[in-house]
């Protein structure tokens, strides 16, 4: 195992026998980032009996979080489940109050992670009951972060800025000024996300001041990021130059940590935003190449430099490579799909695009199931519910667009956001009337994830059934009164984009 020889040689070549429980934590750690699971969940085990051992409960919580979400990833709910129970156990029966509360707020943030938000609240809740007799500002301040993430994901954003401005307040009195930074970079974020770009830079102008006068290089950096990529929708390029300009002036400074591996990453997305392929593809190759000679690219920042490789090189029509490696880049990321999720679906739909230009043939449908595989995996109502609502929505239009290319479909797009599709044989939309022919098998797996998936109607067969009422007129007082179920079942808003559209009760649909 190279991690443990490295250790080895920086300890004069202890005994593993004789490291200690966090020495052994650290080596866990070390080889569950170089995927190395079975090494990494034996290291897991002896620290934590060690730890046990000697009576360290904070250590022991530590342990059993870390091991718990390694669980995780390698698919082992049940044991990332009995995991999790042992260290709320050890939280509840060993450990001091102030640990027992920094445990829990642990738990929740791995429950958040998870996407599983009333476990969350839980956990929270249980810290919530503590601070009502007990003054800790600093769990407090950890707290509201917390209840923020969670109403932020739940779309609940004035609720999530009031919490964040009751931490930033705290962190105030605390004089932790490192937090500050981050308060103001968080409660920026969620600014922009509704539309108040001005109020978010200024909140991150302060926090790059701050960052800067206080030596903070992570967050100047990130404060940098998050104003270049506001900059940019704004298309003031100017001053994205000078954020990209600023970021990388600070790398001698980063030498290279997540921060500025973070930095680089995003400076080669916004030359491949730009369609400058060739800038692109050389700063991230460059850039990948140095992490590889560091011995760093098991960072999962990777993937995302190994996904705009491969995305540059199908800009520069040069197939052959963007399939290659794209697909290196999806089998590396597979193992942390739940935290880079985003980076998952720009790499297949790219690897679809250009797998059809390199076979021009279908084949790139296979690469649709492997999304829905993926998606599965996530097995969250949240995750169908508000990711697509956030994040899926230019991704579908993109696999719209490789639809469009394959042999026997012809796909339309409207500004509106109405899609008309016309198969062979299968869907066809017009204006206010919906004409439904019986679908083939591929048909229907296309339309299931056009539409089903993206979770706007109840059911595939509720809208054949509810349209099924104007494409045939036998037994037509059935078919009305089934339809008029159905379409009482679905009639709801529906958003696509800026748009709204209503089911009306003849099965058509209106623009407001």
């Known amino acids: 195992m190279i991690a443990l020889n490295q250790y080895k040689d920086s300890t004069m070549k202890l005994h593993k ?54 669980s995780f990833l390698q698919g082992h709910n049940s044991k990332s489940n009995k995991l999790i129970n042992q260290a709320k156990e050890c939280s509840d029966t060993y450990a001091p109050q102030k640990i027992k509360l920094s445990a829990y707020l642990k738990i929740a943030d791995f429950y958040l992670h998870l996407m599983k938000y009333r476990e969350a609240t839980g956990a929270l809740a249980v810290v919530n009951s503590v601070l009502r007799k007990n003054t800790y500002p600093d769990i407090e ?7 923020a993430e969670i109403r932020k994901n739940e779309g609940f954003y004035n609720i999530s800025i ?47 001041s701050t960052a800067k006068k206080h030596n903070y290089h992570d967050c100047q950096a990130e404060s940098l990021i998050h104003q270049g990529e506001l900059y940019f929708l704004m298309g003031d390029s100017i001053n994205v130059s000078r954020c990209t300009e600023e970021l990388s002036d600070l790398d001698n400074k980063l030498k290279l940590s997540v921060a500025s591996i973070s930095n680089n990453v995003y400076v080669c997305q916004v030359w491949l935003t730009l369609k400058d392929y060739a800038m692109a593809l050389k700063l991230s190759m460059d850039l990948y190449k140095n992490l590889k000679r560091r011995k760093l690219a098991r960072n999962t920042y990777v993937a995302e430099l190994i996904s705009i490789i491969g995305q540059a090189y199908l800009g520069l029509n040069d197939f052959q490579k963007s399939q290659a490696w ?13 935290q880079n999720r985003h980076v998952s679906f720009r790499l297949i739909e790219s690897l679809g695009l250009a797998t059809y230009n390199l076979t021009n043939s279908t084949d790139s449908f296979e690469l649709l199931e492997i999304l829905d595989k993926t998606r599965l995996r996530m097995n969250s109502h949240y995750y169908r519910r508000h990711y697509f609502e956030q994040h899926i929505q ?66 595939m067969k509720a809208i054949v059934k509810a349209a099924g009422y104007y ?13 008029r179920y159905y379409i009482s079942q679905i009639r709801k808003k529906i958003e696509y984009g800026d748009d709204k559209i209503i089911i009306t009760e003849k099965g058509g649909y209106k623009i407001l």
């Not at 490192?178 to 109020?199: P, Y």
């Not at 993109?398 to 479909?409: A, F, R, T, Y």
Request: hydrophobic letters at 40%; charged letters at 25%.
């Open 394 to 459: 230019s991704f579908d239009w993109q696999i719209i667009e490789l639809l469009s290319k394959c042999k026997g479909s012809k796909i339309m797009l409207f500004r509106k956001g109405v899609i008309r599709v016309d198969l062979t044989s299968g869907w066809v939309f017009k204006n206010d009337i919906t004409e439904i022919a019986k679908l083939s098998k591929q048909q229907r797996k296309i339309f299931r994830l056009l539409v089903e998936k993206r979770g706007y109607f109840v059911s």
């Open 17 to 70: 026998n004789d490291l200690t429980a966090q020495q052994l934590f650290k080596l866990a750690i070390e080889e569950q980032e170089s995927n190395h699971y079975e090494e990494a969940g034996g290291h897991y085990d002896q620290a934590l009996l060690r730890a046990n051992e000697m009576g360290l409960h904070g250590l022991s919580i530590d342990i059993l979080l870390r091991y718990a979400w390694m």
């Open 141 to 147: 301040a950890e707290l509201l972060g917390l209840t």
């Open 326 to 338: 794209l697909w290196k880049g999806f089998e590396y990321l597979f193992p942390y799909f739940p």
């Open 471 to 483: 494409s045939s007129q036998t037994d037509k007082e059935y078919i009305d009164g089934l339809a």
């Open 162 to 208: 009031y919490c964040l401005k009751k931490q930033l307040a705290l962190w105030v009195k605390l004089g932790n000024k490192l937090q500050c930074c981050k308060s103001m970079i968080n409660i920026s974020r969620i600014q922009a996300t509704m539309g108040d770009f001005d109020g978010a830079l200024m909140l991150l102008g302060r926090a790059y």
